[in-house]
């Protein structure tokens, strides 16, 4: 047994250095994909020596599970679009908090069942059973908001935040009772109903502007439910894997708020963005003039240029655009043109959407820019062009001060000396607002869906 558990504490050190080593590569898009690799491979080491540690004597159930839970993973991985990557993120933040519920919830039942309820295990079990519960029910909503089965507006009643602030109140006094007087199960168990209506409460209010951070903060979330599992069952892996993942995510979250201007608290109370993009329903221009272009004269301002910031947006994501763009981008290098692309921190619908799809589409590392590196070039470049975009781009940030997105950093695209806005309509963005760079004199809009628009741009500089 002592050369058994100098094998597993080993085993378990390697694996924490894994996830760190993982999570450490996860920071750049060009280590990314190795990052996630490392971090398997840590999983698995962990999950091993745990069952080791564990000393179970039947493996069928493990083994089932470990078969479903697999094949569930691998088709997941095969056959979700990269689209679909931010409601995949989501459900999968879900899946997290709801196991580490579980994991309290069958513990506080097997030890009530046979002795009474230690201090220490009743303090992590009441707070593995709130956390993971609202992570659980949170990230539930947050995937049906991004999928949009529920609307992805901010939805408010009458008294909301108290309303919010009794139910959370209510499962902490709840769980005092039970870690300091009475381990009652029906007690329990209502904190359990309390944390899933607390977590709906707590993603209702958002809106689509800022599902970048509510899911970088569901993130965290799942990791501090999957730390308090691991105190629950003393596992020292789960402990260590759940810290990294609810630090990261929230300094995550810290990020994204910083690219927004935005503090944590005003995100998730201030019922901010429209969150939805009807069609049909434009913004009101009055006696703003906006300029269209064609295909023909794009691919000619375009082709005939010596520099080009491509500003990626959720409508490439939407119409799947990112393997023609990454074609729009080699034709153009191939006739001398240098291409760049400008990453905002919160384009998309997750942290890194971009990103993502431009690594799945075989785009250059090299190529990808983050904001704070791009901007002073859109000075000096000839076209930018934006490809679905928009409260990223908007001027109105920097000076109209009654504009909800007053402040928040945006990428300078109206300082190039021309700019080409590739949308559906002038519909607004998440953020519900008007966009003042469509009406600038040296913007035109190319309008039609992103991926039919850039290959009519590939097809006509192939002309030239």
């Known amino acids: 047994m002592d050369a058994l558990s100098s094998f597993i504490g080993l085993s378990y050190i390697v694996a924490a250095s894994l996830f760190i080593i993982g999570l450490k590569s996860m920071s750049s898009p060009a280590t990314a994909r190795r990052g996630n690799l490392i971090g398997a491979i840590g999983m698995f080491i962990a999950i091993v020596v745990t069952l080791l540690d564990r000393q179970i004597v039947s493996f069928s159930w493990i083994i089932i599970g470990i078969i479903i839970g697999s094949i569930i993973g691998a088709l997941s991985a095969r056959l979700v679009k990269m689209t679909a990557m931010p409601e995949m993120v989501g459900i999968f933040n879900g899946f997290g908090g709801g196991a580490s519920a579980l994991v309290a919830i069958a513990e506080f039942v097997s030890l009530t069942s046979k002795a009474a309820l230690p201090m220490d295990t009743a303090i992590t079990t009441i707070i593995g059973v709130i956390i993971g519960g609202i992570t659980f029910s949170g990230s539930m909503l947050a995937f049906m908001k991004l999928k949009g089965m529920v609307s992805g507006s901010p939805i408010t009643f009458p008294l909301q935040k108290v309303v919010s602030a009794l139910v959370f109140l209510g499962a902490v006094v709840l769980g005092v009772i039970i870690t300091g007087w009475k381990p009652d199960p029906l007690l329990f168990y209502i904190i359990v109903g309390l944390s899933l209506i607390y977590g709906v409460l707590f993603v209702i209010p958002i809106g689509g502007a800022d599902m970048p951070v509510v899911i970088s903060l569901l993130n965290s979330f799942s990791g501090l439910a999957a730390c308090a599992a691991g105190f629950v069952v003393k596992n020292n892996v789960l402990i260590i894997a759940g810290s990294l993942v609810g630090s990261a995510g929230l300094i995550l979250t810290q990020i994204m708020c910083k690219a927004m201007n935005r503090s944590l608290t005003n995100v998730l109370f201030s019922a901010f963005g429209t969150g939805d993009m009807a069609a049909g329903s434009t913004s009101t221009t009055g006696d703003k003039t906006v300029k269209s272009v064609d295909a023909e004269e794009a691919a000619m301002i375009m082709g005939y240029a010596q520099s080009v910031i491509i500003v990626p947006g ?151």
């Open 314 to 464: 959720y409508g490439m994501a939407a119409a799947q655009a990112q393997h023609a763009v990454r074609e729009l981008s080699e034709l153009l290098q191939s006739r001398g043109v240098e291409v760049k692309f400008a990453i905002h921190p919160v384009a998309g619908r997750m942290p890194g959407h971009m990103n993502v799809l431009l690594a799945e589409a075989n785009v250059p590392y090299t190529l990808l820019h983050d904001m704070d590196d791009i901007n002073p070039e859109f000075p000096h470049t000839d076209v930018a062009l934006v490809i679905g975009a928009n409260d990223v781009v908007n001027p109105v940030a920097r000076h109209d001060q009654g504009s909800p997105i007053y402040g928040m950093p945006i990428l300078d695209v109206d300082k190039a000396h021309h700019v080409i806005i590739i949308k559906r309509s002038l519909n607004p963005g998440f953020a519900g607002i008007d966009n003042e760079l469509f009406y600038d004199p040296k913007t035109m809009m190319f309008f039609g869906s992103a991926k039919d628009k850039v290959q009519e741009l590939v097809a006509e500089i192939k002309k030239l």
